[in-house]
């Protein structure tokens, strides 16, 4: 099976705290690894991006060394918070037996290819400056470098971090990228607390939309595929 769940926002110091999003986020860490060990080792879990607090790489390995012991094929991807995520080069010379990182292309599963990429604030939001919609522009160009190395396959699951809906929660031009290379099914997250007011999910123009920040799935991951 495959499954998504996306913010673990793991802090292995124990120095940040979510709490400022609702109450629900008391002791997450240990809702979320308890749920991830009753997965098998044959599943697929999709974490769509702000995985670990940490600053550097060799502090978020910790975090990662979690991940990877737990049952199943993990396959990640940046969000705006993983400001450890350095080259992928070095994330792919780690020692893990179990994640793939995703960076600008795709994972191939057979039947099912995983792009992914981290998206960003869309440019209509009250909150995007000049800087951002700029990123805006250059996540365009990352997002179709991802789904080009799909080599039009039938089959493609997209993971981003930010939503691709503007203010009005329309799809915006990151979600007409999809829509171009066929993408089936897309998982999002980024979401919290009030924020999940502006969740979009169901069938948008032929796509599967998933939310699935660990918060707005009570931590536990969500079943994407059978």
């Not at 990640?76 to 990182?101: A, C, E, P």
């Not at 365009?140 to 080009?148: A, G, Y």
């Not at 999002?188 to 660990?214: A, P, Q």
């Amino acid at each position: 099976m495959i499954y998504a769940i996306g913010d673990l926002h793991l802090d292995y110091t124990k120095k940040k705290s979510m709490d400022v999003f609702g109450n629900n986020w008391e002791n997450y860490e240990e809702k979320i690894f308890k749920n991830l060990d009753q997965l098998n080792e044959d599943d697929i879990i999709l974490i769509p991006g702000d995985i670990s607090w940490a600053m550097q790489l060799d502090e978020a390995f910790v975090d990662l060394k979690r991940i990877d012991k737990m049952p199943g094929k993990k396959i990640l991807t940046r969000g705006n918070h993983d400001y450890w995520w350095s080259g992928i080069s070095k994330l792919r010379n780690l020692d893990f037996k179990s994640i793939k990182f995703i960076q600008n292309d795709s994972f191939d599963l057979g039947k099912v290819i995983i792009c992914g990429s981290r998206g960003w604030l869309d440019p209509t939001s009250k909150e995007a400056t000049e800087n951002d919609k700029k990123i805006f522009q250059r996540e365009i160009l990352r997002v179709n470098m991802s789904l080009e190395s799909a080599k039009n396959n039938e089959d493609i699951i997209m993971m981003l971090h930010y939503p691709p809906f503007d203010i009005n929660k329309k799809p915006n031009e990151l979600f007409n990228c999809l829509k171009k290379f066929n993408v089936t099914d897309l998982v999002y997250g980024h979401l919290h607390g009030y924020g999940h007011t502006n969740v979009v999910e169901g069938l948008i123009d032929g796509i599967n939309v998933h939310c699935v920040s660990s918060d707005y799935i009570d931590f536990k991951a969500k079943e994407i595929r059978k």
